[in-house]
């Protein structure tokens, strides 16, 4: 292992760059003779558009066109696709509504658009915008996930009744009947999964140009793909893919919400087209709110039969999932296809069945935000673990104990059809309880108590399954000047691609951190690239890494053994240089390089030391680990401050720790988030009202503990030749359930068993009175 190589913790190498302001953003993007887009939005969460007057924006000075549904349709201008329907029960299908990049005829959120200006400059635009005159006829709106598809509710899409998009099932329903017909206990928990708004650092850009003469159309884009927009988007305009190209600049976060193809990026396009010049977007953050995908949003009934030694016989759940107004890329893939199969955490339940209702409302979008479905799940089974410990009169770790997956059972098919590889999930839980000291929490909580505050400490053990989806190309080219250049598939959104990739090379090749550049984001780079989510950058794109740099190292076998004037079997390569077994005859990989690239090598071997190596998923993986979370609450104010965070985590082979620490604790600050502060309000009318940063809370420096963080490396992936687990989405996993079942710990001498998320100071306040009313009215 090269002091750059696997396991060290580099220095992330993109850094300088970005911080001495030469990073290349969507907004960076500057292209010769472009146009300002703005978006002119319902106000509306349901209503029908009587008219559009247009005539007064029209003549405003630097307007270039104003544009409608009717002049997408003009064009020829298609739908943006759902990408991911869900078989339903029964026989039944997806409800699949038209998704116009314009609305035609009703507007369905507020926020949805409705009509696009292009100006000359985006002052002018948004002029122009001021002047539009629309006609709206209001009508009922709905909002709640949970009583949308009861009747009487309005109807969002006459193919949907009930507001119903699809309603799916897994499992065994009659095995799991039988289970709780013959428990000796049930415990039953209703919950909701807030909504959230993903807010990446960098808002959403698109910026569109079209050549005429080659019928081309070019989209700079900050997203986590550039290869996943062109097959939407070639359906949308009916245009082969080879028409398409999309470059990806640098991209300032997208946590899922980047994926998409998304009303904006078809309208630059269709602009670009329709003027001839090249057409911009970029969002404001207060737009975000009301047009970027939003995640979560689930209401939920779990039940646990246990059997009379608290053995777990089954789990049942029902879910009702928020789809929004329309279907966003995956949106129904995320609460069936992504939350289904890990419903039964890390534990030996034998038999499990769920039913996922999808629904439509009057709301932004819901699709894939940080773990995409498997957040939702592990909150769901460790709330529902921590209350029936409660019910049982057993500790939180004692109930874990008797139902985790034992190590020496693995691999384990779970009830859902998961087959979980590695791990050893009661070892990780135990050294988390000894790493926060568990065993003198007692007189912790006796000393908070005589200072009049509630003090907690629960924790979450999660599981994941990630990385492996699709399909991951890579190309590698050796320079003359020794170093090499790799082109890849993933797309960096600020995880740490360039210097994750540099290491393996590094690693692979021999070379030092400078030797290497790296490119990610053009789809004209790469025959197919499959993007980044569902932490499969490291999984997959490392794994063509290595098989690209595998061919040409045999490439350039074949130059060595030509300079050394031996057998091309003979040649051995290690740490950068060519020897001739059992010799010490050598010669370097830069020295290969420059005979390569001299012109005077024999006929044979004249061939460029370049090769592509393309992967395709096969097992899933599977990293777990243990969230625990100590916390105090003072009852007088409801407010809850963290006062330790111990994560225990099994990720695999780890190739660079300091970089997988930081992505644990960005994804632990966003579930930390989201179970005390984030929240996406709506009122009955469908108004936004949490739609800034002054109404909906972030998580700040003051609300984040000390994440104390270690990793277990001696249980490697079986199922990745790499042995890497994934670690992207971790945080966000683990986060939500250890924090809220720490609040219940410390709200439960009061009676209180469930608190829903963000669980606010006011939210903890009333809980609390409401308990001390309860107490004094019996």
Not at 563 to 572: N, P, S, W
Not at 628 to 655: A, H, K, M, N, Q
Not at 678 to 687: F, I, P, R, S
Request: with cysteine.
């Amino acid at each position: 292992m090269g002091r750059f190589g696997v396991g060290q913790g580099l220095r992330r190498v993109e850094d300088v760059r970005f911080l001495t302001g030469q990073g290349r953003y969507s907004d960076d993007i500057k292209l010769d003779g472009q146009a300002y887009g703005v978006l002119l939005r319902s106000p509306y969460a349901h209503a029908e558009i009587r008219a559009i007057d247009l005539e007064e924006a029209r003549a405003l000075p630097g307007v270039l066109g104003i544009f409608t549904a009717e002049d997408l349709s003009a064009d020829g201008v298609g739908d943006i696709p759902c990408l991911a329907p869900m078989p339903g029960k029964g026989g039944g299908k997806t409800v699949m509504p038209p998704h116009p990049a314009l609305a035609r005829g009703r507007v369905r959120h507020v926020g949805d658009p409705v009509v696009f200006v292009v100006a000359e400059t985006q002052a002018q635009a948004r002029d122009a915008a001021d002047l539009v005159m629309i006609d709206y006829d209001d009508l009922p709106a709905v909002i709640d996930t949970g009583s949308a598809k009861e009747a009487g509710q309005p109807q969002i899409w006459a193919e949907a009744p009930d507001n119903t998009c699809l309603v799916w099932e897994m499992g065994n329903e009659a095995g799991t009947k039988a289970a709780f017909d013959k428990a000796h206990h049930v415990t039953s928990l209703e919950f909701v999964n807030n909504r959230v708004v993903v807010n990446a650092m960098e808002p959403r850009g698109t910026i569109g140009d079209y050549d005429a003469a080659t019928e081309t159309f070019t989209l700079y884009t900050g997203n986590q793909g550039s290869h996943r927009m062109l097959g939407p988007l070639s359906r949308v305009f009916n245009t082969p893919q080879e028409k398409l190209r999309v470059i990806s600049p640098d991209v300032g976060g997208g946590f899922g919400m980047k994926i998409f193809v998304y009303p904006e990026t078809v309208l630059v396009l269709f602009a670009a087209r329709r003027l001839g010049r090249p057409v911009r977007w970029i969002s404001e953050r207060s737009e975000g709110f009301l047009s970027d995908t939003q995640g979560r949003d689930h209401v939920t009934l779990a039940e646990l039969a246990l059997d009379e030694n608290a053995k777990a016989l089954g789990l049942r759940v029902t879910t009702t999932a928020n789809m929004g107004a329309y279907l966003s890329a995956f949106a129904p893939y995320i609460p069936t296809g992504c939350y289904g199969p890990m419903l039964s955490g890390l534990y030996s339940i034998p038999v499990g069945y769920t039913e996922v209702i999808c629904v439509f409302t009057n709301t932004v979008p819901v699709d894939a935000y940080r773990g995409a479905g498997r957040p939702e799940a592990a909150y769901m089974i460790e709330r529902l673990m921590d209350a029936a410990a409660r019910d049982l009169g057993l500790a939180p770790e004692e109930l874990r104990r008797r139902n985790f997956i034992a190590a020496d059972a693995l691999p384990f098919t779970t009830a859902f059809g998961e087959t979980y590889d590695s791990g050893n999930f009661g070892l990780i839980m135990e050294k988390g309880l000894e790493a926060i000291d568990a065993a003198g929490f007692a007189g912790r909580r006796a000393e908070a108590a005589a200072r009049g505050k509630l003090r907690g400490l629960s924790f979450a053990s999660y599981g994941e399954v990630c990385g492996s989806n699709g399909e991951e190309t890579a190309q590698l080219k050796l320079r003359e000047d020794g170093g090499v250049t790799l082109w890849i598939g993933t797309q960096s959104n600020g995880q740490g691609h360039y210097t994750a990739y540099t290491q393996l090379l590094a690693d692979k090749l021999g070379l030092e951190p400078e030797q290497i550049e790296i490119h990610q984001g053009d789809s004209w780079d790469l025959p197919q690239g499959g993007g980044t989510g569902g932490s499969r950058s490291l999984l997959m794109g490392g794994r063509a890494l290595d098989g690209a740099a595998d061919k040409v190292i045999e490439r350039s076998r074949r130059v060595a053994g030509h300079l050394l004037e031996a057998a091309e079997a003979d040649i051995e390569f290690a740490e950068g240089i060519f020897t001739v077994a059992g010799t010490d005859r050598r010669v370097t990989l830069a020295e290969v390089a420059k005979a390569a690239g001299g012109g005077n090598l024999p006929e044979e071997i004249q061939e460029p030391l370049e090769d592509q190596h393309h992967v395709v998923a096969e097992a899933q993986t599977y990293p777990n680990g243990c969230h625990l979370c100590e916390l105090e609450v003072d009852p007088e104010t409801g407010v809850t401050s963290i006062l330790r965070y111990v994560v225990i985590d099994d990720f695999g082979t780890l190739v660079n720790p300091m970089m997988v620490a930081g992505q644990v604790h960005g994804g632990t600050a966003q579930g930390i988030g989201q179970a005390l502060l984030e929240h996406t309000v709506y009122d009955e009318n469908g108004q936004l009202l949490s739609g800034s940063f002054m109404d909906y809370c972030m998580p700040r420096a003051d609300d984040m503990p000390s994440i104390e963080l270690t990793m277990i490396e001696d249980m490697p992936c079986a199922t990745n030749p790499m042995g890497v687990k994934g670690a992207g989405e971790a945080g966000a996993i683990g986060a939500c359930p250890a924090v809220i079942n720490a609040l219940v710990d410390a709200l439960s001498p009061l009676g209180i068993r469930h608190i829903d998320m963000p669980a606010t100071p006011e939210k903890v306040w009333r809980a609390i009175q409401d308990a001390h009313e309860q107490r004094a009215a019996e």
